[in-house]
């Protein structure tokens, strides 16, 4: 598949991917995670396709995109593995969805490296950077990171089309969940680092 990479500033319109894999991955989100959960995985693509056109990042959109609207299904009751840590089994579920997509293995493998790597915040644009923008975007979303470098007309509309939901409150209960049952992974470390406190003074909830 060509790699696509937007050309101009992303707009609400390009907030949902209109591919048969896009619309097959947001079908599938919002089948799964609620409204909070499934707002969270959009603004995630958006934050992090905005930040790649303003720092001038080519990468594969569509790639990007179902990653990102898969990457926290591990979270949901139906895929919530009792061993392994939540974005592992969350790129395990972008894979099977991906295969009935039909897209070709190496494909498909990197749907799930890009959400196993998410978790981490040391994957450079120039390593990895589909992992490297669904980290920045979901770390501006979860904690408010790297706000300033958002316009804040966008972020003002994007709260605006998906709104927060109570989204840090249930986040947090979510991973302090997943930290509790499974002390050994990335999660836990996470919970252990100041999560509750960073997701607490994230601007965004004040915001919308």
């Known amino acids: 598949m060509t790699p696509l990479t937007p050309a101009t500033p ?63 299904l591990g979270l949901t009751a139906p895929f919530d593995s009792h061993t392994l840590p939540f974005e592992e089994a969350g790129g395990h579920v972008a894979r099977v969805l991906t295969a009935g997509l039909g897209w070709p293995a190496e494909r498909r493998a990197r749907a799930e490296e890009i959400i196993v790597l998410h978790m981490r915040d040391d994957v450079t644009a120039a390593e990895d950077v589909e992992s490297h923008l669904l980290q920045v975007g979901t770390s501006a979303d979860v904690s408010g990171l ?44 996470y919970v252990a680092g100041g999560a509750k406190e960073r997701i607490a003074a994230n601007p965004l909830d004040r915001q919308g």
């Not at 799964?32 to 603004?43: E, I, P, T």
């Not at 409150?169 to 930290?179: E, I, N």
């Open 146 to 189: 790297g706000l300033a470098d958002f316009d804040p007309a966008f972020t003002a509309g994007l709260l605006a089309e998906y709104p927060r939901l109570g989204f840090g409150d249930a986040f947090f209960a979510l991973v302090a969940d997943q930290a509790v049952r499974k002390p050994q992974c990335a999660a836990a470390a």
């Open 10 to 72: 992303m707009t609400a319109a390009a907030w949902a991917l209109d591919t048969p894999s896009g619309r097959a991955a947001r079908e599938i989100a919002a089948e799964y995670a609620d409204g909070a959960l499934l707002n969270h995985s959009v603004r995630s693509y958006a934050f992090a396709a905005e930040y790649a056109d303003r720092h001038g990042l080519s990468y594969d959109r569509e790639l990007l995109y179902v990653s990102a609207l898969a990457h926290d």
